[in-house]
């Protein structure tokens, strides 16, 4: 971006009473363009907020940092550079270069590293923050000829590299990836001497513009994509089933095909990380599953739910395995060799993200690694992660008993030994509550999301409750699948918001929750935050058919009422937490 | 309107976005109230970004209306004019 695009985007009026996104920015030099470039990333990010850029004082980052996180804020942004470990690491102090010097600047920098990561620690306690690790080069203060490293700027790196681990490891930091930065921004294009000296901005405008955008990212983080479907042949091996037989596919060093190797060992780390995986091959289903047998694939089959593997047309298989997974097509990459395949899926699924895989191009199926990583990336992983495939399995097992999605029956429900835990997690960080409440659509009280400051507060609120809701039966566990917020009044719960995954539907979980909410709190009624969204029929349906209510919002449900028309629930009900 | 003229008022709309064209005709930092060192350093960034120059540190002080840019900007790029 451009300094003169950034100042035309915040030029842009924001629609009147919009909610501002107030963002504080640390740094040691004054923040001009990068604050500007900072703010446009932002706002084109969150078109329906204000953004709101708050700063502190000019060479005192640490300081900036203990002061400014008392203020109330949606993000805590803060940017290191050399010079704010030791003024003499900058040009814009006088302070000494003689090598007896070198040993106090690295003793120095250590000091100022324990202060930050103690800063640092604290903040992050009180706002979600991200941090940008130091992105300038040194000044040549080193005795050592520039082609060789010497042995304190050796020490500095690693005490730079130390805190960035350390900081990796509170919950509410993430850590700017400089191996990223390195490609957008190379170092040799970053710094701006005379911009330093004159206006005490270090940074060439398209290095603040790189960096602005890098933390813009970790600041307001899209989605990632929920399920990859693959191809296979010429995709996730070499050769075509059909023609070569089980024996004649390759991915290794000695047929020239080991990128097929590599693309599988990505696709096992996504499942690993608990993206779906699905197959859509037109191909012999029994020769599929006689290349599933082999023993050297790197993605095994028990990585892979469901394969489709048949002569139908792809766009079928694509909308069988959504059906399967029940997911939206906004949140799957599609990967094919083929592009008239590639073409066919992305008429039938406009919001499926479609990928021509490009077969014997190194480069280019390396580059197709790194941009999966980018759909594909998320700031953490959770138990729920490693379950997800399972429980989507299991509930084809449960399918596969003969039960309609609908009302399964009284049978299969008392003998599924379901067992349901209410816990209540008020401190500390749960990252599947975040996602979960941001990223489920169906069951979902009225599509509200939660910024990370307002998810913070919510749960810190003493007059609100936070109930996350796990099952297991004797199919598996499916972990946390359901989520409720809300506060009691009286003898009044209000619900402001309700999650529940699809993978849960057609187990009365929906009833234990109100069944628990009612016992819980000794409340004759609830009253729903209820909004229609695009998606959330699944929910409207559920209050049509159970309680011949049609949902509007702010409606009520008594006790009787739900008393009434509850149908026999069998799950063990556990509660972690009282309220 | 010269090609450097129109890309000049472009710069400086984004700085100073309640100006209109005939006021950033005019504009100075004395009879521009927003004009202050603050926005003569941005505006300077987003001119020698605009053109693909620099601005001299010692330049920016005489760089005090639309038309000392004006000027400026025509000595640096004549085939704009």
Known sequence: ?579 | MSENESRLIRCFGSVFPSLTEDEIRAASDDATGSWDSLTSVTLAAVIQEEFSMEIAPEDLPELHSFAAFRSFVHRINPAGE
């Open chain 1, 1 to 579: 971006m451009k300094l003169i695009d950034a100042l035309e985007l915040l030029k842009k009026p924001v629609a009147k009473g919009a909610r501002s996104f107030h963002v504080i920015l640390a740094c040691g030099f004054t923040p001009l363009h990068f604050q500007t470039f900072l703010a446009a990333e932002l706002q084109e990010r969150l078109p329906g907020r204000r953004v709101l850029i708050e700063t502190g004082l000019f060479g005192d980052l640490a300081g900036n940092i203990e002061r400014l996180q008392t203020i109330a804020a949606d993000a805590f942004a803060v940017l290191i550079e050399w010079s704010d470990l030791d003024p003499r690491l900058g040009i814009r102090g006088l302070g000494g270069w003689r090598p007896s010097s070198l040993e106090d600047i690295a003793r120095s920098t250590e000091r100022s590293v324990l202060r930050l990561q103690h800063a640092l620690g604290c903040a992050a306690q009180r706002l979600p923050t991200v941090v940008c690790m130091p992105t300038l080069p040194f000044p040549p203060l080193f005795w050592t000829a520039p082609d060789q490293a010497g042995s304190i700027e050796l020490q500095l790196h690693k005490v730079a590299a130390a805190l960035a681990a350390t900081l990796t490891e509170e919950p509410g930091i993430r850590i700017a990836n400089m191996q990223l930065l390195d490609e957008v921004s190379p170092l040799s294009g970053r710094y701006d001497v005379k911009s330093d000296v004159v206006a005490g901005f270090p940074y060439r405008l398209p290095h603040a513009s790189a960096v602005a955008s890098l933390m813009s990212g970790m600041i307001e983080r899209t989605q990632p994509k929920r399920g990859l479907i693959t191809d296979l042949d010429d995709t996730l091996w070499e050769g075509i089933l059909g023609e070569v037989d089980v024996d004649g596919i390759s991915w290794n060093m000695e047929s020239h095909t080991h990128m097929h190797g590599l693309y599988q060992q990505f696709v096992a780390s996504l499942a690993g990380a608990g993206v779906l995986v699905a197959v859509a091959s037109k191909n012999d289903s029994a020769l599929v599953d006689r290349a599933f047998a082999r023993s050297d694939l790197l993605l095994p089959r028990s990585d892979i739910f469901p394969i489709e593997a048949h002569w139908s047309r792809k766009s079928e298989s694509v909308r069988r395995i959504l059906d399967t997974w029940n997911v939206n097509a906004d949140s799957v990459v599609f990967v094919d060799d083929s592009p008239m395949e590639v073409a066919e899926v992305k008429e039938a699924f406009p919001d499926v993200e479609c990928i021509v895989f490009p077969k014997g191009d190194y480069q280019g199926i390396f580059d197709l690694l790194k941009r999966l990583r980018a759909l594909f990336g998320k700031s953490f992983l959770t138990e729920d992660d490693a379950l997800r495939l399972k429980s989507i399995r299991n509930s084809g097992n449960w399918r596969d008993s003969g039960e309609p999605e609908s009302g399964s029956s009284d049978d299969l429900l008392r003998t599924a030994e379901a067992s349901i835990v209410f816990s209540q997690t008020r401190q500390g960080e749960d990252a599947r509550e975040f996602e979960l409440v941001n990223k489920t659509n169906q069951f979902n009280l009225n599509g509200r999301r939660f910024g990370e400051q307002e998810w913070r507060s919510f749960k810190s609120d003493s007059g609100a409750f936070v109930l996350s809701v796990s099952y297991k039966d004797k199919f598996g566990p499916l972990g946390t699948i359901a989520l409720m917020l809300g506060r009691a009044e009286g003898r009044v719960i209000h619900l402001s918001a309700w999650v529940m995954s699809c993978r849960a539907f057609s187990r009365r979980i929906e009833y234990q929750c109100l069944k628990h909410l009612f016992e819980t709190f000794g409340a004759d009624e609830i009253a729903f935050d209820y909004c229609e969204t695009p998606r959330n029929g699944p929910l409207r349906e559920f209050f049509v058919q159970s309680f011949e209510t049609v949902p509007i919002p702010s409606f009520r449900l008594t006790n009787e009422q739900f008393s009434s028309k509850v149908p026999p629930l069998y799950h063990f009900v556990e509660v972690k937490c009282s309220v």
